[in-house]
């Protein structure tokens, strides 16, 4: 099946500060990509979703000016959380389709973010 | 809203079938049933899907009812690397941003046991 690699696996920072995480499609080009997120004990929660060249589209209560999303080539989307809260600290995981399987959607190992 | 309900947990013997439930009374005549799992600290993988016949692949099979208000995830010799959370997801097929999107439940916590 189709690999999606995310970047860094896990990251520490401080409070206030921004973190970049990398979603990257290996083998396929990704026309569409999502971002969820997951805090411990419970089940992943949509962000946002976002097409190559497009803004993303956010799910109701996700702040678009915290959680910058680009997706500005077919095989990468990044998610920038900026000036990070400990509250933010959860489980970040992207996914991918393409055009020519866009019935499923192939999930990035997850990031951890701490933020301390 | 996850338009599925399924159990929080089950046990399972290692070797023996294991039967996952999934209620999806409001489907709609256009959505598929999916499943994904997800392995401790781990991206979902996905398993199988369908839309009225029954499925089976490498990973498992699907068993709907005939209604299509329910489903069944049979991993047929379960092992202790299946030890997962199951979700049983309703989406429609499509390419478009909506048909694309997945919104996960609480899903069931299977523990296979040796």
């Known amino acids: 099946g189709a690999v999606v690699s995310q970047h860094p696996s896990w990251v520490i920072c401080k409070s206030g500060t921004s973190v970049k995480i990398e979603c990257r499609s290996l083998?396929?080009?990704?026309?569409?990509m999502f971002w969820y997120r997951q805090f411990p004990k419970q089940s992943l929660m949509l962000m946002a979703t976002?097409?190559?060249?497009?803004?993303?589209?956010?799910e109701q209560g996700v702040e678009k000016d915290k959680f910058l999303i680009n997706h500005a080539s077919l095989t990468l989307s990044t998610l920038t959380v900026t000036s990070a809260h400990p509250e933010d600290s959860s489980f970040y995981i992207c996914?991918?389709?393409?055009?020519?399987?866009?019935?499923?959607?192939?999930f990035g190992p997850g990031t951890r973010l701490t933020v301390l | 809203d996850a338009k599925t309900t399924q159990p929080p947990s089950m046990d399972c013997a290692e070797g023996r079938a294991a039967n996952l439930p999934c209620n999806h009374s409001?489907?709609?005549?256009?959505?598929?049933v999916y499943w994904y799992r997800q392995i401790h600290s781990q991206g979902p993988q996905y398993i199988i899907h369908?839309?009225?016949n029954n499925e089976t692949n490498e990973m498992a099979s699907l068993i709907i009812t005939e209604d299509r208000k329910s489903s069944t995830l049979i991993l047929p010799h379960a092992t202790l690397r299946d030890t997962a959370v199951y979700y049983c997801?309703?989406?429609?097929?499509?390419?478009?941003?909506?048909?694309?999107?997945?919104?996960f439940g609480q899903g069931t916590e299977l523990s296979v046991k040796p």
């Open positions: 083998d396929f080009q990704a026309t569409t």
């Open positions: 997801i309703v989406k429609p097929l499509g390419p478009n941003n909506q048909g694309g999107k997945l919104i």
């Open positions: 996914s991918a389709t393409s055009a020519y399987s866009y019935n499923e959607q192939f």
């Open positions: 409001t489907i709609s005549g256009n959505e598929y």
């Open positions: 369908g839309l009225k």
């Open positions: 976002s097409n190559e060249g497009s803004k993303a589209t956010y």
